[in-house]
Every structure is written in structure tokens, then in C-alpha cells.
């Protein structure tokens, strides 16, 4: 049984496609469920996979907390737990087997020394937040920071959250450019593609020029952005590999064999900017 948060951005359809097309490539029988971004309904699926007896439980979960009483019922019920993508906080960390998924926290980090690069460490920075409360909204914002705890000459002067989304980013931005002090801004960091592609719809509304007089970096690597940067509208963007299908399959039959897996599965990625755009954007699968 695999929980999915939702449909929010091209890297959680591509999420969702690796998932679904590795199980079919197995022939191991999934039962999928699209939670469209609410915790309840990720809860609520888990107890089903619990009645219908599946081998595994498999979820990204949507936000950090929440998650102990539904967990310690899928142990009570002997069903191992693996965790992809985003993580959780729990008290007992027997509470799931395995967490696969990318650093955020490092994403952070090298989106902010990409900018720091890019702006000779000064820059007056607007941040379109992740959803609240999600391990990589956290995580990114984390990283991020460190680079910044470094670089004086950067602050973020505004930062709000646009849920992931790029109707979320659209609008967030355009209340940032709205505001009395919006002509400081010099840069924006994007917890995710979607988001800041919404963003550059705005700065182009406001009759800016979206990676020239607002310098953009943001996470994820999706086509779209990629796109973006070769349209000369976004700068940079760090890659966040949704294909983890392959990595998470092998995992979840070793767990239903019962063999020992690593706590912690990492994914590799690396970082893209304006200059490697049109030479990368044929490759990308995603
Ligand atoms: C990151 C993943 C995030 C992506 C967003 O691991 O959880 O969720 O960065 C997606 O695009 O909505």
C-alpha cells in the first residue's frame, strides 16, 4: 500500500509515475492512494492498508508530525513501514523501517551558495516557502540559512509560504511586489520549480524581468524549469530526483523478505544553472 500527499507539482507527478511504473514493472500489485494534500486522508488510507492486509506500507508524509498513532497501529498489526521522500518526527524510530529520499537540507545549502556565487554574496532575498510544517520546507529553509549565516551581505526580507504549488507562488509573489518595499528585492529563492515558475508569472505582470532584475534560484529540476532558464527567466535550479521508483521497489522486497535495509537510502542529484540549460534540457526525464 503506498500513500501518496497528492498532485501538487510536476516533481510529485513524476514522483507518482516512477512509483506506479516500477510496480507494474515487477508485477507487484499496488494499492495507490492520492491523499490531495491532506493528512487525514493519508492517515485514513493507512488504516485501510491495514484491513486489507498488505505485505508493506509505503508514504510520503505531507507534514513532520502526526503520524505516531496510525504507525503504532500498523506495528501492532506486524506491517513493516517504509518512508520515502519526506520524513516525520516520531518518538520510537521502530516505528518504520526506512526513510529513502534526498538530503533537503543540503539542497538548501547549495541553492544559497549558487546565489551567493551569482550575487558576489549580496542580495536582498523574497522566499516562496514549501508547504508548512513538510520535512524539506524545513530542511531547505535550513540550509539555506547556513549559507546565509556566512554572507552578511544577503538577507531574506520576506518569505511566506505558497503550499508547492504554482498558483501558491503566483500569488505569494505578487503580494511581495505589492508591498511598499518590493523595489530592495534583488532575489528570490523558491523552496520548489512550481512555485517559482508561478513567481515569474508575477514579476512579469509587475513589468519586471524575471532572472534579470530578480535573480531566481529554486529546487526541484523539472522540465519546466529547465525551460525556464533557457528563456533566460530563471537562473538556477537545484536537482531533487522524484524517479526513486527502482531504489524503493528493491527496498520493499528485501523488507517483505524480511532482510535488513539501511535506515537511511539516499538519492543522487546535482545542480543546474542558466549555463548548462540548453545542453541538459533533452536529457531530462522529469
Ligand atoms: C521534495 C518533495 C517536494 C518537492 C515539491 O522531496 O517532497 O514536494 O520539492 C513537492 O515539488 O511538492
Not at 518512508?83 to 520510537?92: E, G
Not at 523501517?97 to 551558495?113: K, L, M, N, P, Y
Not at 508547492?164 to 523558491?190: I, N, Y
Request: glycine fraction near 10%; charge should be neutral; hydrophobic fraction near 40%.
Amino acid at each position: 500500500g503506498f500513500s501518496q500527499v497528492g498532485a501538487e507539482s510536476g516533481w510529485r507527478t513524476a514522483n507518482t509515475d516512477s512509483i506506479k511504473g516500477e510496480a507494474a514493472k515487477r508485477g507487484i500489485e499496488l494499492k495507490f492512494a492520492d491523499a490531495q494534500q491532506q493528512q487525514e486522508n493519508q492517515i485514513k488510507a493507512i488504516r485501510a492498508f491495514i484491513a486489507q492486509g498488505v505485505d508493506v506500507i509505503a508514504f510520503s508524509p505531507k507534514v513532520e508530525t502526526g503520524w505516531e498513532p496510525v504507525l503504532k497501529e500498523v506495528k501492532a498489526a506486524g506491517i513493516p513501514v517504509v518512508l520515502t521522500d519526506r520524513a516525520v518526527t516520531v518518538s520510537d524510530p521502530s516505528l518504520y523501517v526506512t526513510f529513502i529520499g534526498s538530503d533537503c537540507v543540503e539542497e538548501g545549502r547549495r541553492a544559497g551558495a549558487w546565489l551567493a556565487k551569482k550575487t558576489g554574496g549580496k542580495a536582498v532575498i523574497a522566499e516562496l516557502v514549501g508547504t508548512s510544517g513538510s520535512s524539506p520546507a524545513i530542511d531547505r529553509k535550513k540550509g539555506f540559512a547556513e549559507v546565509l549565516a556566512k554572507n552578511p551581505g544577503m538577507k531574506i526580507v520576506k518569505s511566506q509560504s505558497g503550499d508547492f504549488t504554482r498558483a501558491g507562488g503566483k500569488q505569494v509573489m505578487e503580494a511581495f511586489l505589492k508591498s511598499p518595499d518590493a523595489k530592495q528585492l534583488t532575489a528570490l529563492f523558491a523552496h520548489n520549480d512550481d512555485m517559482a515558475l508561478g513567481a515569474i508569472q508575477a514579476i512579469e505582470e509587475a513589468g519586471l524581468k524575471p532572472g534579470k532584475d530578480i535573480v531566481i534560484v529554486s529546487i526541484d529540476g523539472v522540465k519546466g524549469a529547465f525551460e525556464a532558464m533557457v528563456a533566460g527567466k530563471l537562473n538556477c535550479t537545484v536537482e531533487c530526483n522524484p524517479q526513486i521508483g527502482p531504489q524503493l521497489f528493491d527496498l520493499i522486497e528485501k523488507v517483505a523478505a524480511g532482510q535488513k535495509v539501511p535506515e537511511r537510502v539516499a538519492v543522487e542529484e546535482g545542480v543546474f544553472d542558466e549555463t548548462q540549460a540548453k545542453a541538459e534540457l533533452p536529457n531530462r526525464k522529469y
